[in-house]
């Protein structure tokens, strides 16, 4: 079949290759490959930023597809049902983390894309405890965007709570921010959504997808506009999808007193300089949200069931298999909203 691989470790050193369709076995699922998101991680990885644990590997982890054998110890899951996917393929099952249902936190966990061959390719295996059957409502398409969805359930309905009250700021309008403001805005919260002027398309989305606030920091106040729009006090969260430590530092003074911060995005560096002085003295909680678990991928299709997120003003662009090195480079160049490889 063919496979989009990282080969080896570095730039680049991706290939579109043939190899051996997987087989099942005991628990395991095969899954034919509808659609696959490229993810900003993908990214880093051909950029050679992560270093995967395991190459070659077939990168690949948002995806969505239909059932066409299953191993004999799977019990639910059967053949022709359309499927998405959770990312984790492995974990120990016995640490704290996993006996709480948290896999994204278990130390020996091995992930699809990653330790594991992705979904960039014609089929791909995963354990039946980690297949979704999409509701009747839920498109094949729609349902590859199910695995940031869920990111964005957990940092907003798992790691802090939104409420119809509440005032939000969300920092980058990237796909993660676009969906987040679409979790945000389904429990019925006011929301500002902050970018720099590159953004200008990407913010007029965020406006088409509920924004109350759009703001370019390079060319408005964001202080003014955030005080005006809470009487004074600062929001009450703020969500950080840039990965960007100036957006950071911005934030935590906007913030109303005992306020939660949640840290999404990834920053380019471990260790960064940030307002710590904003955090002791106005109380602010500031709390990291990695990746998602079981429960967040149940409320993303639910969500997804009840159009309560719009995927097909975020799906922008979509090529085929063969053509994936230029879904890479659209990617890469920032003129795109999301992705989708077609397999």
């Not at 278990?106 to 390719?121: H, I, M, V, W, Y």
Request: aromatic letters at 6%.
């Amino acid at each position: 079949m063919k496979a989009v691989m990282k080969l080896e470790p570095g730039y680049d050193k991706m290939s579109l290759e043939n190899i051996p369709e997987p087989n099942v076995f005991d628990d395991k699922v095969k899954i034919k490959v509808a659609y696959t998101g490229i993810c900003g991680s993908d990214i880093h990885t051909f950029k050679g930023d992560y270093s995967n644990p395991k190459t070659p590997v077939v990168l690949g982890h948002e995806f969505s597809g239909v059932v066409v054998e299953v191993g004999p110890d799977v019990k639910n899951v059967k053949v022709g049902d359309r499927v998405t996917s959770e990312t984790t393929y492995t974990t120990c099952g016995a640490c704290e983390y996993c006996l709480e249902g948290n896999y994204n936190l278990c130390p020996d966990r091995k992930g699809l894309g990653t330790q594991e061959n992705g979904s960039f390719a014609e089929y791909v295996i995963s354990r039946e405890e980690s297949v979704h059957v999409l509701p009747e409502e839920v498109s094949l398409l729609a349902a590859s965007l199910t695995e940031p969805l869920a990111c964005c359930v957990h940092a907003v309905l798992e790691k802090t709570t939104v409420s119809a009250k509440d005032r939000v700021l969300i920092f980058g309008p990237g796909p993660i921010g676009l969906l987040l403001l679409q979790v945000v805005k389904a429990q019925g919260a006011f929301v500002i959504m902050s970018g720099i002027t590159k953004d200008a398309k990407r913010l007029e989305l965020a406006k088409s997808l509920g924004a109350d606030v759009i703001v370019d920091t390079l060319q408005e106040d964001l202080k003014e506009i955030v005080l005006a729009n809470t009487n004074g006090y600062g929001v009450d969260k703020i969500f950080e999808c840039s990965g960007a430590v100036p957006a950071l530092n911005s934030g935590l003074p906007l913030m109303k007193k005992k306020g939660t911060f949640v840290q999404v995005g990834l920053f380019g560096n471990k260790l960064n300089a940030i307002d710590q002085e904003s955090i002791i003295q106005r109380e602010i909680s500031y709390v990291g949200s990695r990746s998602q678990k079981p429960s967040s991928w149940v409320i993303a299709l639910d969500l997804l069931k009840n159009n309560k997120v719009d995927t097909d003003k975020m799906i922008t662009k979509m090529v085929s298999l063969d053509e994936w090195r230029t879904g890479f480079e659209a990617v890469m160049a920032g003129n795109e909203i999301k992705v989708i490889v077609e397999s």
